[in-house]
């Protein structure tokens, strides 16, 4: 079983910036595709970003390429999203998931590819 611990969302201002992090725990993180997505009310899940096992492939969807980026820390079982020239259509709950993989280079970009999810963190853009 893997535990992930989503956090650092809040209320920011059009233009601001957060980042978020999640702490993986019950299994060796790098055997771990990570992926973060989100979702509006009313709205399907979406993938925001992807990274792969090594790190060294990441996936960005179209409407967040040049205002987001992922990364991953094996020394902290971390991975984070960093969030810049937010929007407010970027509002949402977000969710970090975690895809145990054999393969190093692979992401993964649709819920039904991951297997545990965290609790979500709300992040609100206000205009």
């Known amino acids: 079983q893997v535990q992930l611990v989503d956090s650092g969302g809040g209320l920011v201002q059009a233009g601001g910036s957060l980042r978020l992090s999640c702490v993986a725990s019950?299994?060796?993180?790098?055997?771990?595709?990570m992926g973060w997505f989100r979702q509006a009310p009313g709205k399907e899940r979406e993938c925001v970003a992807a990274?792969?096992?090594?790190?060294?492939?990441?996936y960005y969807a179209d409407s967040v390429k040049g205002r987001f980026t992922i990364s991953r820390d094996s020394a902290k079982n971390t991975v984070y999203l960093q969030m810049n020239s937010l929007k407010p259509e970027d509002t949402a709950v977000y969710y970090c998931?975690?895809?145990?993989?054999?393969?190093?280079?692979?992401?993964?970009?649709?819920?039904?590819?991951?297997?545990?999810w965290g609790q979500g963190t709300q992040v609100t853009v206000s205009s």
């Open positions: 990274i792969s096992r090594s790190g060294s492939t990441t």
């Open positions: 019950g299994r060796t993180f790098s055997s771990l595709s």
């Open positions: 998931a975690a895809r145990p993989t054999t393969a190093l280079v692979y992401y993964y970009s649709q819920p039904y590819e991951y297997n545990y």
